[in-house]
T-cell receptor, first 116, second 114 residues
Framework: AQSVTQPDIHITVSEGASLELRCNYSYGATPYLFWYVQSPGQGLQLLLKYFSGDTLVQGIKGFEAEFKRSQSSFNLRKPSVHWSDAAEYFCAVGAMGSGNTGKLIFGQGTTLQVKP | ETGVTQTPRHLVMGMTNKKSLKCEQHLGHNAMYWYKQSAKKPLELMFVYNFKEQTENNSVPSRFSPECPNSSHLFLHLHTLQPEDSALYLC?????????????FGQGTRLTVV
C-alpha cells in the first residue's frame, strides 16, 4: 500500500542552523513527491515537488529536497533556518486512487520549532 | 491569498445541529477536495470532485454530505456529528486529477463538536 512516513514528529533547531526533515515513502511506481508547509492557522502551501529528472529540487523560501530512490527518501533541507520557518511540514506522495484519479497521501507531519 | 477561500474559519456545533462548510476557488481549477486534519494524524482525504462529479468517497460516514454545484464551489453539509469529528477541515483544488498535480489549499475551518 502507498504510504508516507515522517519519522520526526517534532524538531527544534536554533535560528541560523541547518535543517533536515526526513521523509520516506512506499510506492511501487515512480513517485510524485511533494513537500508542503502549514503555518499556524493557515492552509498548506507547496514548498517544492519532484516528478523526474534532477534528483535535487529547489523550492521556495530557500528549501531544497533530494530524491533518493535507493532509500525511498525525499528529505527536505535548508542551510540556515529563520524564525519564520517555524511551522508544520508535510511530505506527500501523489498516487492513483480509486477510479484512476490522482490523490495525495500525506505523512503525519513534522513540527519545526526555531529557537532564537 | 491562496485563491481558495473557506468559510467559516471557526465553527462550534452541537451534536444535533446541521451546518455547512463552504469552499470557493478562483483559480479556474477543475478538481476540488475535502480533507480532514486531526491532531497527531495524517491528513485524511474525504471526497474528490472533478468537473462537479464525485470521483472518490474515502469511506466517509454519511453524516458528512458533500455538494459541488459547479467547479468553483464545494460544500460539506454536516449533521448529527460526534465529538470525534472535531478537526480542521481543509478544502483544496487542483487543475486536474493527475497524481503529479499541485493542490492549492484553503485556510481551513476549525470545527468543534460539543
Amino acid at each position: 500500500a502507498q504510504s508516507v512516513t515522517q519519522p520526526d514528529i517534532h524538531i527544534t533547531v536554533s535560528e541560523g542552523a541547518s535543517l533536515e526533515l526526513r521523509c520516506n515513502y512506499s510506492y511501487g511506481a515512480t513517485p510524485y513527491l511533494f513537500w508542503y508547509v502549514q503555518s499556524p492557522g493557515q492552509g498548506l502551501q507547496l514548498l517544492l515537488k519532484y516528478f523526474s529528472g534532477d534528483t535535487l529540487v529547489q523550492g521556495i523560501k530557500g528549501f531544497e529536497a533530494e530524491f533518493k530512490r535507493s532509500q525511498s527518501s525525499f528529505n527536505l533541507r535548508k542551510p540556515s533556518v529563520h524564525w519564520s520557518d517555524a511551522a508544520e511540514y508535510f511530505c506527500a506522495v501523489g498516487a492513483m486512487g480509486s477510479g484512476n484519479t490522482g490523490k495525495l497521501i500525506f505523512g503525519q507531519g513534522t513540527t519545526l520549532q526555531v529557537k532564537p | 491569498e491562496t485563491g481558495v477561500t473557506q468559510t467559516p474559519r471557526h465553527l462550534v456545533m452541537g451534536m444535533t445541529n446541521k451546518k455547512s462548510l463552504k469552499c470557493e476557488q478562483h483559480l479556474g481549477h477543475n478538481a476540488m477536495y475535502w480533507y480532514k486534519q486531526s491532531a497527531k494524524k495524517p491528513l485524511e482525504l474525504m471526497f474528490v470532485y472533478n468537473f462537479k462529479e464525485q470521483t472518490e468517497n474515502n469511506s466517509v460516514p454519511s453524516r458528512f454530505s458533500p455538494e459541488c454545484p459547479n467547479s468553483s464551489h464545494l460544500f460539506l453539509h454536516l449533521h448529527t456529528l460526534q465529538p470525534e469529528d472535531s478537526a480542521l477541515y481543509l478544502c483544496a483544488s487542483s487543475q486536474d486529477l493527475g497524481p503529479y498535480t499541485e493542490a492549492f489549499f484553503g485556510q481551513g475551518t476549525r470545527l468543534t463538536v460539543v
